[in-house]
């Protein structure tokens, strides 16, 4: 597959049902786990024209900054810290409707208004974390953390 097959519509959930099995296909046969983040990384960014999204993986306990698209981030997490390192730390999915009102969010970006970030799982231990980053308030919710889910399913080292 060289292209994504964009269908023209308002509901989040329609684009996710489109674009999920492209994404689940395009990383089928590769075992590379960086190449499947990259390719990740810019399906989202294209399919749903999210502000920021990438993924911070968890290198000599920190968290590090890993393939991306959108604007030049912080490298460097540490656990516990913002939202990424809160979600390290609980092992669970975070929906932060207003970055404004969580304590300790590390703002990478000042147009950053919502954000959603969702642990990478191996083994049992968190290997990294997904996060997406809006510029409108409130706009993550269940339905992004239940297909974003579906295209983490079984990715590993
Ligand atoms: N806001 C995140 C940091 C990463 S950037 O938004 C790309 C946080 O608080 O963990």
């Known amino acids: 597959m060289e292209t994504l097959n964009l269908i023209q519509t308002d509901s989040r ?3 996710y049902k489109s674009l999920v099995p492209q994404i689940k296909a395009l990383i089928a046969d590769e075992p590379d786990l960086i190449a499947n983040l990259a390719n990740i990384s810019a399906a989202l960014k294209t399919g749903l024209d999210f502000y920021w999204i990438g993924f911070y993986l968890v290198k000599n306990n920190e968290l590090v900054l890993g393939p991306f698209q959108g604007p030049i981030a912080c490298t460097r997490i540490g656990k516990g810290k913002g939202v990424c390192g809160s979600v390290w730390e609980k092992e669970q999915t975070f929906i932060v409707p ?6 300790g969010h590390i703002a990478c970006s000042s147009a950053s208004r919502s954000e959603i970030v969702i642990p990478l799982m191996n083994n049992g231990e968190v290997m990294g974390v997904l996060d997406i980053d809006s510029d409108k308030l409130n ?5 992004d953390e239940q297909y974003l889910k579906q295209i983490l399913e079984g990715l590993q080292w």
């Not at 207003?98 to 304590?103: E, K, T």
């Not at 706009?139 to 339905?143: Q, T």
């Open 98 to 103: 207003d970055v404004d009102q969580f304590p």
């Open 139 to 143: 706009d993550f919710s269940e339905v």
């Open 13 to 15: 959930e329609e684009q």
